[in-house]
């Protein structure tokens, strides 16, 4: 655990202390270093993020597929291999949906780190400071970093505004990334996750150095404007956005859904014919491959090779 | 063959979707519980009155220890009555108490806390009658970090609170002990531009402090008139009054010293690291400490360094001292070392288990008397310690009973 803690320390918590100290010292306020930091994260792990926005938007477009090729094989362990086959064949990693959070993980853990240790007022943590800061004079200049900021002392809780506008941004980014559910668990799950994660967030930013609640409320924000030029702007229903609706809160997001389920519906069709004898095996090999329609000649692999660079290529293709 | 089993592995976890997220946030959670980040905790140096040795053995209370075995006689705030609510929860000592007597010839203690408050109490009170004794407490202005002066000629307290100096009518405060509702004669003599972390030091009618603003300030002791500041171009930790010069560091790589009648500057000192130690010697010879770990002797009149010491246990906070021939240090890292005074060996050193940031002070004889953070469990034993003093000739340490 030390060797982790360590080597943690030397590759995310010393640079972004140290990344930290030097923009609230550059700007002599440690609010506008926590603005700075956010847009400086978001930017490095743009890639990342549009690349979960998008597995997540066609996972979602998936669905139907899937719930298909459950419907069809009733072996489970061949069901999942079929499911497998439609993912790779989409050029789809379902790791995809995961990664941006596991990446913001470490991230969250490090900048706790960072903001306690830059914003403690009390000379102990100035002390801890010390010994995460590069030997560069001018780090040192700055210290201790100004942390009132706004309302707010940033090394501080706070004990209502700030929460509540985490639980808010959360809650948000949430309703604007989630597509409709496509069946009552789902919705049932939605709107359990809706709830919950703001709830949260909220309450975890009531006992945190309101730095980090500013960079979570901050980085929610900018998560938000993300999602809406992600799908293409356009209107926002506002009914959706407050749960008087069910509709998707960017209707825009329906459209680009569709355009995937129509894509992804031309996914292995061609192969139909050995679904549905394979699927006969199941039942219990009652001879269906025999009545079996002679199968079209394929270039093979290449319609597979064309999906594949579909996806894998986000939304260069399906863009309008 | 390897993808498609993580692939397949993965698909089953993505239906526990709601679980996994839950998990990765409890992770989260933990780890951010298991590295809180650092709390004020309180580094006052131990203090011996007639009857009791006074010791923050742990963080937002002091000890009163006695007799021989230094048998734990008493615990403030607990075995006393404060009867302001808001004062009753001490955070953190910073202070290094004072002493002095009221009129009727009683020990009566003062200490600052984190909190803002300044207490006053008789340890000849504990264990007195069936009810708790009282102790008298006076709101200032912000933290008390830096400390506590005291002038006996005008039975005045000048005290530092947030970026403020104040100074409190002793008497008063200790009248405040029998009646709560006693007036306290106080007033804030000067205000700086930044949280004050420096003791104020009295001497001659002025008293002397720096500032997180990156000042050292001299202000008259009755008017709170500005006599002279330095600025040092970086907040100011630590002064001290040492041969009729004025030592003073903090968040720099240097030591200045001043003539503390003017303000001047007698000479600078480049060191490795920051130095947030008080100094410690006699007229010939200054002992400082560094953040990485370095022990120096500076001649006081010039500002030579005459040795300097890698003692190799990390930042040193607490303040040396020279006893018995021996300077002897306390790490936050946990460790004592005795140095000869040539700065060209250890003469022992002891692991002790936890920091030693309290500035250490000389005992009787070759003892110099230790506050460290807390107690500890030694190896191959199961009871707790509290560590009070070591001896400087062979680190042999002293522990207190009833503590721990």
Redesign the interface.
């Given at each position: 655990m030390g060797l982790i803690g360590e080597f943690f320390n030397l590759i995310l918590i010393d640079p972004l202390t140290n990344l930290f100290v030097f923009l609230g010292t550059t700007t002599g306020s440690a609010g506008i270093g926590v603005i700075l930091l956010t847009i400086f994260i978001r930017t490095i792990t743009y890639p990342l993020q549009r690349k979960q926005m998008h597995m997540m938007r066609v996972m979602s477009a998936m669905q139907p597929r899937l719930q298909e090729i459950k419907k069809k094989y009733k072996d489970p362990r061949r069901a999942?291999?079929e499911?497998?086959k439609l993912?790779?064949e989409a050029g789809v990693?379902?790791?995809g949906c995961?990664s941006g959070?596991?990446v913001q993980?470490p991230i969250?853990?490090a900048l706790?780190?960072t903001f306690?240790?830059a914003l403690?007022?009390?000379?102990?943590?100035?002390?801890?400071l010390?010994?995460r800061l590069y030997p560069v004079?001018y780090l040192?200049?700055g210290?201790?970093l100004n942390a009132e900021f706004l309302w707010l002392h940033l090394g501080r809780p706070d004990p209502f505004a700030l929460p509540v506008l985490v639980a808010m941004s959360t809650f948000v980014l949430q309703k604007m990334s989630m597509m409709p559910a496509t069946d009552e668990k789902q919705r049932a799950?939605n709107s359990?996750?809706n709830l919950l994660m703001p709830l949260?967030f909220g309450w975890?930013t009531l006992t945190?150095?309101s730095g980090l609640g500013l960079y979570y409320a901050l980085s929610n924000i900018i998560g938000i404007i993300m999602q809406y030029v992600y799908v293409g702007r356009g209107p926002v229903n506002w009914r959706a956005l407050v749960g008087l609706s069910d509709e998707p809160v960017l209707p825009r997001a329906m459209e680009m859904r569709q355009r995937h389920i129509d894509d992804i519906s031309k996914i292995g069709r061609s192969e139909d014919g050995d679904e549905e004898e394979e699927a006969g095996e199941d039942d219990g090999g009652s001879g269906n491959g025999a009545k079996r329609k002679p199968r079209a000649p394929q270039p093979s692999g290449s319609r597979r090779e064309v999906n594949r660079r579909r996806y894998a290529g986000g939304r260069r293709r399906g863009r309008r | 063959m390897l993808f498609d089993r993580a692939q397949a592995m993965f698909h089953v976890k993505q239906r526990r979707a709601p679980a996994l997220l839950a998990g990765i946030f409890l992770l989260g959670l933990l780890l951010m519980g298991c590295t809180r980040g650092t709390g004020p905790h309180g580094w006052a140096a131990p203090f011996e009155t007639d009857d009791f040795l006074v010791v923050a053995t742990g963080k937002g209370h002091i000890d009163g220890l006695e007799g021989s075995d230094l048998d734990k006689a008493w615990r403030f705030p607990n075995d006393w009555e404060i009867s302001e609510k808001a004062a009753r929860k001490l955070t953190a000592i910073y202070t290094t108490p004072v002493s002095t007597t009221d009129a009727q010839g009683r020990d009566v203690v003062f200490i600052g806390d984190y909190n803002g408050y300044l207490y006053a109490f008789r340890p000849g009170d504990a264990g007195e009658g069936t009810t708790k004794p009282k102790a008298a407490s006076l709101k200032l202005n912000g933290p008390v970090i830096g400390g506590i002066a005291f002038d006996s000629s005008t039975d005045t307290l000048y005290v530092s609170s947030g970026s403020r100096i104040f100074s409190v009518r002793a008497a008063d405060m200790a009248n405040r002990i029998s009646n709560s509702d006693d007036t306290v004669k106080y007033a804030q003599l000067f205000e700086t531009g930044g949280a004050i972390w420096s003791a104020p030091v009295y001497a001659s009618g002025k008293v002397y402090f720096g500032s997180l603003d990156g000042n050292v300030y001299a202000v008259d002791g009755v008017t709170g008139n500005e006599l002279w500041h330095y600025d040092s171009g970086h907040p100011v930790v630590s002064v001290t009054l040492l041969g009729g010069v004025l030592i003073t560091s903090g968040f720099e790589n240097q030591v200045v010293a001043l003539d503390p009648a003017s303000g001047t500057e007698k000479w600078t000192l480049e060191t490795a690291n920051w130095v947030w130690t008080h100094a410690a010697g006699d007229a010939n010879d200054v002992y400082l400490a560094d953040f990485d770990g370095n022990l120096y002797d500076v001649n006081l009149a010039t500002g030579s360094v005459r040795w300097q010491f890698d003692v190799g246990h990390g930042t040193i906070r607490a303040g040396p001292i020279l006893a018995s021939g021996t300077i002897v240090v306390g790490t936050d890292s946990g460790w004592l070392i005795g140095v000869d005074t040539a700065g060209s060996s250890k003469r022992w050193e002891k692991e002790i288990g936890t920091s030693v940031q309290a500035d250490l002070v000389a005992g009787a004889g070759s003892s110099v008397l230790i506050a460290p953070n807390g107690c500890v469990t030694p190896e191959g034993q199961t009871e707790k310690l509290y560590y009070t003093s070591v001896d400087a000739r062979t680190g042999e340490l002293e522990t207190a009973s009833g503590v721990c």
């Open positions: 999942q291999q499911q497998m993912y790779k990693n379902p790791f995961f959070m596991l993980m969250l853990i706790y780190q306690t240790k403690g007022e009390s000379p102990e943590s100035v002390i801890k010390s010994g004079e040192s200049s210290l201790p799950q359990m996750m949260f975890i945190l150095p | -």
